[in-house]
């Protein structure tokens, strides 16, 4: 006999009580049937006494095995939603931050939105940042790289879901030379930046399952791509341009710095929504 809805909630609440929260068993459940049946929290609840198919409790079962073993519900239903736009996730790229979405909403109350500006993306990984301001900014002409081609198949897929055109391109910025044919007025990163030595603060659901070549550092260098992105765009954009970052928290005056050293003015740190240093904007002299 299947459970019903209710059922799945409770066994769900009680088997992960251990790893998360009531509040957090309750979403993921949530999640698993807006992916199978586009229901919302009040469909859920509504249905608490309907019966799960065969089918249904299968995939709901592997799921809870999955978290179980703190994988990230993103990578299980396959998808997230960022600054209000559905977004493809996987293995290859990183599940898009909520600070991340704030930096979106800096850079664009920062600019003209009717100007048509010409943008850069580095190390775009599912392509959050470059395809929200692609779509929140028609007249923009965006660009994203990033060193994997995989995660660049993944941007290029929610680009397409999301009806925006960009121009990716698989670039590693640790060797790659400006260019004066190509000039921004702004560049945007969120780079790899937390540090080996910070992996066993980490929650196994990021350090088990998310692509460390987008998360880690070496900690005998841990501004390493701020210092190139930096270098890079201190002679690819255009006069008044701007270079905004996503840092780590502990290094926001030491990035601040770094910024300036480049001729960099007006630099700027922000605080995220939970009170930490964890952005950066800065213009070009």
């Keep these: 006999m299947q459970p019903t809805v209710k059922e799945v909630i409770a066994q769900f609440k009680a088997e992960l009580a251990e790893i998360y929260s009531i509040h957090e068993a309750f979403q993921f459940v949530w999640l698993l049937f807006e992916h199978l049946h586009g229901w919302s929290k009040t469909d859920l609840m509504l249905h608490d006494h309907t019966k799960l198919t065969v089918s249904d409790h299968l995939f709901v079962q592997k799921a809870l095995e999955r978290l179980k073993n703190h994988e990230p519900i993103q990578y299980i239903i396959g998808k997230t939603e960022f600054y209000g736009l559905p977004f493809n996730v996987n293995s290859s790229v990183l599940v898009p931050r909520p600070e991340t979405e704030e930096l979106v909403e800096w850079i664009l109350h920062s600019i003209d939105p009717n100007k048509p500006l010409k943008i850069l993306d580095i190390g775009t990984g599912s392509g959050c940042i470059a395809i929200s301001l692609a779509k929140n900014l028609p007249q923009a002409k965006v660009t994203a790289w990033d060193i994997s081609e995989e995660a660049l198949q993944t941007a290029a897929r929610n680009a397409g879901h999301n009806q925006v055109e960009l121009n990716f391109e698989q ?115």
């Design 171 to 285: 670039k590693n910025i640790l060797t790659t030379n400006p260019s004066e044919n190509n000039r921004f007025d702004i560049i945007v990163s969120n780079p790899p930046y937390v540090m080996n030595s910070e992996k066993e603060q980490m929650h196994n659901n990021v350090l088990d399952y998310e692509p460390h070549l987008a998360l880690f550092v070496e900690d005998d260098d841990a501004l390493l791509f701020y210092r190139k992105i930096t270098e890079f765009a201190a002679e690819s954009l255009s006069s008044g341009g701007m270079l905004f970052f996503e840092i780590n928290r502990a290094f926001g005056e030491a990035t601040k710095k770094l910024v300036e050293s480049y001729g960099f003015r007006n630099t700027e740190l922000r605080k995220d929504l939970s009170g930490n240093h964890r952005m950066i904007k800065a213009y070009k002299r």
